[in-house]
């Protein structure tokens, strides 16, 4: 007896297990298909399943019941309904353009007429052909031909739908925004573990946020005061009512994909042969049509307007803002890709991503970083491994212009100003590089790490004013919002580079004195003073000496810098122009200016003030600080109000800039209203039109490299094969652009040092 007893509760549990392994199938009524999408106990009073439906379906058709000759006509076309008293039509129906289909539910149908709709070399017939509908609206003159399950969805006009083989929404779709439906666990909400891996930084996606949404959610963490109101203000912008449809846009054409789940997708979008798009928002219409192609996996995510994602991209957890691109084979994962921005082949994950980034190659990866715009990552790079670490919580922040080269290795946690750029190497140790518009290089040889800053001024200058240029011409926002700085020189580069004469002059200080010792005690100040001495002097024996830095990499080998005395010059000129050309613009537009004005501008303008990058537009640290206290104190009350503050603040941006631009330039010169003179005027203008012409001639010099090298001439017969192949040199627009604005420039210069000369136009002298 205990063996057969041993047996049976062994055979009991055997049928457990075996029920746990297999799949939950329910049996229900078949009548009752396409009914009940939202249960009683999420309706209020007064509410049925089709009452969010209703608000909305606004096509503005008005649909009657079915007259019997139209349901006689269906039903020889091989349609079945559950209940023809459900099927709702406009006047303008034609029963003939509906066969072969299975109507389940409330079905309301617009005007079919005898057409055929073409997209591209598309052609199909209106009316709706061989599918299984369950309570669906439809617009005016749809396609929708071989849709295997079709369920749950708000249709608009001349859309063409074919060869899909699911495309439902469940009642509680969110549409890939962070919130959580009637009902719902909390841990249901979907977060984008941006900048972090351990999360540390989690941000609540929603339909229309921008870089600058992002960066503030995930920057600021220790107030909780702040994120809270972030939260807050994304569950306002969505209701949590379950019932909502998935709506399609007018003249939206999918065709040939497999599951398309709780997707709301705009007007004038192209899908087509997608595996799998589920929760998701795909904006499309007047501010950009965005376009979908084959074997792409959309899951968890925002797609902005104006999109392009293409052959074989994966997407989870992401925002892509608007027109963006991923292509390629391209993945992003816990991770929000900023305006204009392409991403093809690589692999990027846990990162914020602001506008007019690229990022190419099949073998280029991202992981936890902060990039903060108009970047570069090169084949090859490998941005944020995490061997340093027992956890992934490293993180990398780059500034404007990050640009690794080939190959790159770096690990977390590394820190890079505006523009560097990371030569060929594999860097093993943390970087913290404060110094912009730098070439960083791994010197294996010597054992160090060299830092050359202004590489860009001096060595690139053409690629650097041409992605300005180009980024500006690629921006393709309809609605900006956010005033982005694409400018190389502005307040925030401006501030990297007085630090990095500061840390130049310390360097140079320390070297001269590991020379020519002294015994005397020196404070910092004091050792920083005869460095600047020995720069600002041009002293060749600033060439001679080996100048270190400390603080740039956790490493115990030596951070060199490298002409270090070419550098501190360029950056002076740079900054100096930036000043000047600030003071030629206010001058220029106000034209009764006498030099009492100029010098009371002095006296207003005194203070350099600081910048943050909030999403690629720079705001002044106390603005930042005045937008989170209005955010927390109710005086901004939804994301709306965040991006109309957004939009006011970079209406004054112009001023703001010029004022920092001043103050800068009386910083560089030690300008005041007692010491500015016609002659320290003129000869502040000739330096800024020398500085102008210098740049120009630079771009020049740096594009010409390209048609003099022989070992890019050595793949042509001649120099026509290499116009035909490359382009003529004399035929680039660009540099023609440049040389032109710099003739504007020396004749607006010329104007103004003779105005004030013979102070006949503003009485200035």
């Given at each position: 007896m205990w063996h057969n007893?041993?047996?049976?509760?062994?055979?009991?549990?055997?049928?457990?297990?075996?029920?746990?392994?297999?799949?939950?199938?329910?049996?229900?009524?078949?009548?009752?298909l396409?009914?009940?999408?939202?249960?009683?106990?999420?309706?209020?009073?007064?509410?049925?399943?089709?009452?969010?439906?209703?608000?909305?379906?606004?096509?503005?058709?008005?649909?009657?019941?079915?007259?019997?000759?139209?349901?006689?006509?269906?039903v020889r076309?091989?349609?079945?309904?559950?209940?023809?008293?459900?099927?709702?039509?406009?006047?303008?129906?034609?029963?003939?353009?509906?066969?072969?289909?299975?109507?389940?539910?409330?079905?309301?149908?617009?005007?079919?007429?005898?057409?055929?709709?073409?997209?591209?070399?598309?052609?199909?017939?209106?009316?709706?052909?061989?599918?299984?509908?369950?309570?669906?609206?439809?617009?005016?003159?749809?396609?929708?031909?071989?849709?295997?399950?079709?369920?749950?969805?708000?249709?608009g006009n001349e859309a063409i739908i074919v060869n899909v083989n699911e495309l439902?929404?469940?009642?509680?779709?969110?549409?890939?925004?962070?919130?959580?439906?009637?009902?719902?666990?909390?841990?249901?909400?979907?977060?984008?573990?941006?900048?972090?891996?351990?999360?540390?930084?989690?941000?609540?996606?929603?339909?229309?946020?921008?870089?600058?949404?992002?960066?503030?959610?995930?920057?600021?963490?220790?107030?909780?005061?702040?994120?809270?109101?972030?939260?807050?203000?994304?569950?306002?912008e969505f209701k949590c009512n379950r019932g909502y449809y998935g709506k399609i846009g007018d003249r939206t054409v999918i065709k040939h994909c497999n599951i398309i789940k709780d997707v709301w997708i705009g007007q004038d979008a192209y899908i087509k042969g997608a595996n799998k798009l589920k929760n998701l928002t795909i904006n499309s219409g007047e501010e950009g049509k965005t376009q979908i192609g084959e074997g792409v996996e959309l899951v968890n995510g925002i797609v902005g307007f104006g999109c392009?994602?293409?052959?074989?991209?994966?997407?989870?957890?992401?925002?892509m803002a608007s027109h963006s691109q991923l292509k390629y084979g391209a993945r992003l994962i816990n991770?929000?890709?900023?305006?204009?921005?392409?991403?093809?082949?690589?692999?990027?994950?846990?990162s914020l991503i602001f506008p007019a980034h690229e990022q190419h190659h099949n073998n280029s990866f991202l992981c936890a970083a902060l990039i903060m715009g108009q970047s570069n990552i090169a084949a090859g790079a490998t941005i944020g491994s995490n061997h340093n670490s027992r956890s992934p919580d490293g993180e990398m922040m780059a500034g404007r212009g990050f640009w690794p080269g080939l190959c790159v290795s770096i690990k977390h946690n590394c820190k890079f100003a505006s523009f560097t750029i990371l030569a060929k190497g594999d860097y093993k140790s943390e970087l913290n590089i404060p110094i912009p518009f730098a070439l960083v290089n791994n010197d294996v040889p010597n054992n160090q790490l060299e830092i050359m800053p202004g590489y860009w001024f001096m060595y690139n200058m053409y690629a650097l004013a041409r992605n300005c240029w180009k980024y500006i011409d690629r921006d393709k926002r309809i609605n900006k919002i956010q005033h982005i700085e694409y400018n190389y020189l502005a307040p925030d580069t401006i501030n990297e580079m007085f630090e990095a004469l500061s840390i130049m002059e310390l360097a140079t200080g320390k070297a001269y004195l590991r020379q020519s010792p002294t015994d005397a005690v020196l404070a910092d100040a004091e050792i920083a003073a005869i460095g600047k001495q020995l720069l600002v002097n041009n002293n060749p024996v600033v060439n001679q000496?080996?100048?270190?830095?400390?603080?740039?990499?956790?490493?115990?080998?030596?951070?060199?810098?490298?002409?270090?005395?070419?550098?501190y010059a360029v950056f002076t000129k740079m900054m100096t122009f930036y000043g000047t050309s600030a003071l030629v613009d206010w001058l220029l537009e106000n034209p009764t200016k006498s030099i009492s004005d100029v010098q009371q501008l002095l006296t207003t303008h005194h203070i350099r003030t600081e910048w943050v990058n909030v999403g690629g537009q720079l705001i002044t640290v106390e603005d930042v600080a005045l937008l989170k206290q209005q955010i927390k104190d109710g005086t901004l009350q939804s994301w709306d109000d965040v991006h109309q503050w957004y939009s006011h603040n970079g209406l004054g941006y112009a001023d703001k800039k010029h004022a920092h631009a001043i103050a800068s330039l009386q910083i560089l010169k030690a300008l005041t209203p007692q010491n500015l003179t016609e002659e320290t005027l003129i000869d502040l203008l000739n330096e800024a039109l020398a500085t102008k012409e210098w740049i120009t001639d630079n771009i020049t010099a740096t594009r010409a490299k390209d048609y003099t090298n022989p070992y890019r001439l050595m793949m042509y017969e001649n120099e026509a094969e290499m116009n035909q192949v490359i382009g003529a040199f004399d035929d680039n627009g660009f540099i023609k652009q440049e040389q032109l604005a710099c003739k504007a420039y020396r004749a607006s210069i010329l104007a103004l040092m003779q105005r004030i000369q013979t102070a006949q136009l503003a009485g200035i002298a």
């Open positions: 007893s041993c047996n049976g509760d062994g055979l009991i549990k055997k049928k457990e297990r075996l029920r746990m392994s297999q799949n939950i199938i329910k049996k229900t009524p078949l009548a009752s396409g009914y009940g999408f939202v249960t009683s106990e999420y309706l209020k009073p007064g509410e049925d399943e089709y009452t969010l439906r209703n608000l909305q379906n606004r096509s503005g058709i008005s649909y009657k019941h079915l007259t019997a000759y139209e349901i006689e006509v269906l076309n091989r349609n079945t309904s559950d209940d023809w008293n459900n099927i709702y039509v406009s006047d303008a129906f034609n029963p003939e353009l509906v066969k072969n289909c299975k109507f389940y539910g409330l079905v309301r149908i617009g005007k079919l007429e005898p057409y055929f709709l073409s997209f591209s070399d598309l052609k199909v017939s209106v009316g709706l052909y061989n599918s299984t509908i369950i309570s669906c609206d439809f617009g005016d003159n749809v396609c929708i031909d071989n849709v295997n399950y079709l369920s749950h969805y708000i249709i439902v929404t469940t009642n509680k779709a969110k549409f890939g925004n962070g919130i959580v439906k009637e009902g719902e666990p909390e841990n249901l909400r979907i977060w984008l573990e941006v900048c972090n891996e351990n999360g540390g930084r989690s941000i609540l996606p929603f339909n229309g946020m921008l870089a600058g949404d992002a960066y503030l959610w995930s920057k600021y963490r220790t107030d909780e005061a702040l994120l809270n109101k972030f939260k807050a203000f994304t569950e306002a392009r994602i293409f052959y074989g991209v994966k997407a989870v957890r992401f925002i991770s929000y890709l900023g305006n204009n921005a392409t991403i093809s082949c690589c692999e990027v994950l846990n000496l080996e100048i270190t830095v400390t603080g740039v990499e956790n490493a115990k080998r030596k951070a060199v810098l490298v002409k270090t005395l070419k550098s």
